[in-house]
């Protein structure tokens, strides 16, 4: 890239009428801040989400009472410091001008044109004149040559039915009463619009915060995720990390500072819950930049800015090894939907993050063959190109893992592979409200005997062959009100001719039930451990195993040609109330084991270069580690 972004901070500055001493802004001071904080590069206002800007501008409205060019000295003290700059604009909420166009609104059915959810917020519509309003003020701020320019608040997921979009719908002959019609028209409007500024912006940076990653638009990812924020949580940033990856992009983690959400001014995380974040930015292969909202008025609070140019200075040491590698994937977990719609693979993210595989989240576009098995989790249908594909993909000895319907084709007439149909008989969609499941193997005393719950009952399947792994067991009746009792409560009943979980013996297991999203909201570990035997069958030589870590430990691969490197995370958020929280760094005792497949000869850890013993066995070499507090990166070779 143009300029360095894996040390970015996120400058928000949304400025209500009232705050009568703006002009006491330094921006001299702010710069030398940043630059004192081993920053590289920033996120600046030009126009804020109040439709507010902070330069003379001859189009929209400055800022009340603002005598100076806020935007132009901040940008230029940075740039003097040799600090990249975008500019932000907030494309989406724009009410200093909306205010007076209400023609420009985006709009509801109903004619509402306030959004409570934001805070009675105006949305502009980009298929009226607002469209042309947005880039006359980018055009404005491209004249100040900025690096480039982050667009907020773009937003893929509004649909609006002002006058001027339903009159074009009712042009083309689309029916403004389809609500996924109006969607894709929106969406194409907006598309058009990312392209039109793309072409204004030329070689600089662009974002358009909320669209799609997979776009020609923009050549690299804010992946914004405020942990504290129930938004998003520390559950949201692993499944978009592991989508982004393969869009062939540069990617940065943007956490924030804050306690709560943006614009906590009074909030300010603790410095072992920003490393934390960092930590999961560099074990995943990603930048880093941390959202701030700077005080209209005053400097920037100093003691979070030496606490950030700590966080930045350690991240600075990791870069001297981390330039140039790539994140190490074996599984490959099959997608069907948008890039801004994954909160559905928490659960499968979060179940092989604690059994320590590397994964990636997949098109079928993607390259298959870089995968020693693919994951199809329920709802992941198959057409006849995803098909073939996937024969290829076993014929070169690859491996499947399907669970629930996943696999399927798309009419639900049963698996789209013949492969399946050689060890299974789709018996159709399991239509109880609840079923259980037996483990057929029964040496291990914490899951034996027991008929565990499926939580999210998916398909009824027969074994014809092959090795069962789980029975199916049915329930004495189905959730319902009789008219007198309502029957509530179900216990399991027997087995039945039905399995849970079958293995082919070979390359395929199927487990009937959506395991994965049944384990992201109730986090039974039996649906672990079921997972963990049908991938232990699938992948018995994984890259990565572990001794003596804790199932909340993460362990990833990254590297490149010269050496690899083995990221060790033991830090993880504590649960206070609805929130997870990190106050201060998780100790992990030395004699832990990592194995990682191959033959290495040294080990070292980066922050200290402290020698580990590497041992052999058999096609693993084994790490000792030493006492890890929060994070150790090693490099092998």
């Not at 800022?63 to 003097?80: H, I, M, N, V």
Request: charged share 25%.
């Amino acid at each position: 890239m143009k300029n360095d972004y894996r040390r970015a901070i996120h400058l928000d500055f949304h400025t209500l009428p009232g705050i009568y001493d703006i002009n006491d802004f330094n921006a001299e001071d702010l710069a030398q801040v940043l630059y004192d904080a081993n920053v590289t590069y920033v996120n600046i206002a030009a126009e804020c989400n109040l439709g507010f800007c902070y330069y003379p501008t001859k189009i929209g409205v400055v800022y009340p009472g603002l005598k100076k060019d806020l935007f132009g000295e901040t940008l230029r003290a940075l740039k003097k410091r040799g600090i990249g700059v975008s500019a932000y604009i907030n494309v989406g909420f724009n009410n200093a001008n909306l205010i007076n166009h209400p023609e420009w609104c985006v709009s509801e059915k109903d004619g509402r044109i306030l959004f409570p959810e934001y805070d009675q917020v105006r949305r502009g519509c980009l298929n009226t004149g607002y469209a042309e309003f947005i880039k006359k003020i980018i055009g404005e701020i491209l004249e100040y040559d900025p690096d480039g320019i982050f667009c907020d608040c773009v937003s893929s997921s509004v649909v609006c039915y002002c006058n001027k979009c339903v009159k074009d719908l009712t042009d083309l002959g689309i029916d403004y009463e389809d609500r996924q019609k109006v969607f894709d028209f929106y969406l194409d409007v907006r598309e058009k619009f990312c392209r039109e500024v793309r072409e204004m912006v030329g070689n600089r940076h662009v974002f358009f915060n909320g669209m799609l990653w997979d776009k020609d638009y923009e050549e690299h990812i804010e992946h914004e995720c405020l942990p504290t924020d129930p938004t998003w949580s520390y559950e949201y940033f692993l499944p978009y990390a592991a989508h982004a990856r393969n869009c062939g992009k540069e990617m940065t983690y943007m956490t924030g500072r804050f306690q709560t959400s943006w614009g906590d001014f009074g909030g300010i995380r603790t410095k072992a819950s920003l490393e934390n974040d960092m930590y999961d930015a560099v074990s995943n292969g990603l930048g880093f930049c941390v959202g701030d909202h700077a005080h209209p008025a005053r400097a920037l609070i100093k003691p979070l800015y030496k606490t950030i140019g700590e966080v930045f200075g350690e991240l600075a040491e990791y870069e001297k090894w981390t330039d140039g590698t790539e994140y190490i994937a074996e599984i490959g977990i099959l997608s069907d939907v948008i890039s801004y719609d994954m909160w559905k693979y928490m659960g499968v993210c979060r179940l092989l993050s604690e059994l320590k595989h590397d994964y990636d989240i997949i098109r079928s576009s993607s390259d298959f063959s870089k995968y020693k098995l693919i994951v199809l989790p329920n709802e992941t249908l198959i057409d006849g190109t995803t098909k073939v594909k996937l024969r290829k993909f076993l014929d070169c000895g690859g491996k499947i893992l399907s669970t629930g319907n996943g696999g399927l084709t798309f009419d639900n007439g049963g698996f789209a592979l013949e492969e399946y149909n050689e060890f299974l008989s789709y018996d159709g969609k399991d239509t109880h409200t609840h079923g259980f499941f037996r483990f057929t193997d029964d040496t291990d005393p914490d899951y034996s005997g027991v008929e565990w719950a499926m939580y999210k009952p998916s398909v009824l399947m027969t074994a014809k062959k092959g090795e069962i792994l789980a029975s199916y067991i049915s329930a004495y009746f189905d959730k319902h009100f009789d008219g007198l009792y309502s029957y509530f409560y179900v216990p399991p009943e027997k087995e039945t001719k039905y399995s849970s979980a079958v293995y082919n013996g070979k390359n395929i297991v199927h487990i009937c039930f959506d395991l994965f999203n049944a384990y992201g909201e109730n986090f039974l570990s039996a649906h672990k451990k079921l997972a963990e035997i049908a991938i232990g069958l699938l992948l018995p030589e994984p890259q990565i195993r572990t001794v003596g870590l804790p199932k909340s430990a993460r362990v990833t691969l990254t590297g490149k040609k010269e050496y690899k490197l083995v990221h060790v995370k033991v830090d993880y958020p504590e649960c206070k109330g609805q929130k997870g929280i990190i106050e201060e760094h998780t100790v992990q005792p030395a004699g832990a084991k990592v194995f990682v497949k191959g033959k290495y000869k040294e080990a070292f850890t980066t922050k200290k270069g402290e020698r580990l013993s590497v041992a052999q066995a058999g096609n693993y070499s084994v790490i000792t580690l030493p006492e890890v507090v929060g994070y150790l990166m090693i490099v092998i070779k």
